[in-house]
């Protein structure tokens, strides 16, 4: 659970107070919300692109790109769903009274509580760990001062990549690793959630170099998200056949 604040309790009078803990900040905060955090922003929409490119001396051998976005209103209305190369690979809705998903081809479905969609969201929403999970012990926050976001109060920070502390093994080199990470967060300050992201990383492999561009923007904080609610097919083609009245036979 991630509180508003932080409060620090100081010993008075100790003889021997022992090493002193080093300050919660709200960038350590950020690496470790759940989107419990997000949800306590109230209304809002939110998308996050994921650029992934692979290359092999020097040529350009893979790219893809991913795509996040989801309109909250809450948990009983919502509209989520994730798109790679711009197709949709999955989409779910519970709004009023319906409750329902669909994959990258097919009808709508029905959920009957909608606890499905929300564990999708609550799972998935994440696109910085899912962008840079190498990166997660190895990003420095450089302080650039206070901000404002739809009216938020936020603080800025600029990114760069900090020093391995651990010795690298054997195996290390068989293996992709951090070489660089430049760019820019901006976190909301009452619930450490990344309100702008604009990031480039890049890790290296012999002769092989992966790179990963995030982009996350969250806006109309505080403004209801308005939801269209999809025609949902009660069952597979199959079913609704076996439900039509039979043909009488013949005379």
Request: contains cysteine; glycine residues 8%; aromatic residues 8%.
């Amino acid at each position: 659970m991630i509180a508003t604040g932080w409060v620090f309790i100081f010993g008075l009078g100790c003889s021997d107070p022992g090493p002193k803990e080093k300050p919660v900040t709200i960038e350590t905060v950020s690496q470790k919300i759940t989107f419990d955090s997000v949800a306590r922003m109230g209304p809002h929409h939110a998308i996050a692109d994921i650029s992934r490119e692979r290359w092999s001396r020097g040529e350009l051998v893979r790219s893809r790109t991913e795509s996040i976005e989801l309109d909250w209103n809450s948990w009983e209305s919502f509209h989520f769903q994730r798109r790679v190369n711009g197709e949709r690979t999955f989409e779910a809705i519970v709004h009023e009274n319906t409750r329902a998903s669909r994959g990258r081809s097919g009808p709508w479905r029905s959920d009957f509580d909608g606890e499905q969609a929300r564990m999708d969201v609550y799972t998935s929403w994440n696109a910085w760990d899912e962008a840079l999970p190498g990166f997660r012990e190895r990003i420095g926050f450089e302080d650039m001062g206070a901000t404002v976001v739809d009216g938020r109060d936020a603080h800025r920070f600029k990114l760069k990549l900090i020093p391995e502390t651990k010795k690298k093994n054997k195996s290390s080199s068989r293996q992709f690793r951090p070489h660089r990470i430049e760019g820019e967060v901006v976190l909301d300050k009452a619930t450490a959630v990344r309100l702008r992201v604009d990031v480039t990383a890049v890790e290296k492999k012999s002769e092989k170099t992966r790179k990963t561009t995030l982009r996350v923007r969250r806006s109309g904080i505080g403004e209801t998200q308005t939801l269209n609610t999809p025609q949902v097919q009660l069952g597979t083609p199959g079913d609704l056949l076996k439900k039509l009245p039979k043909r009488p036979n013949p005379q």
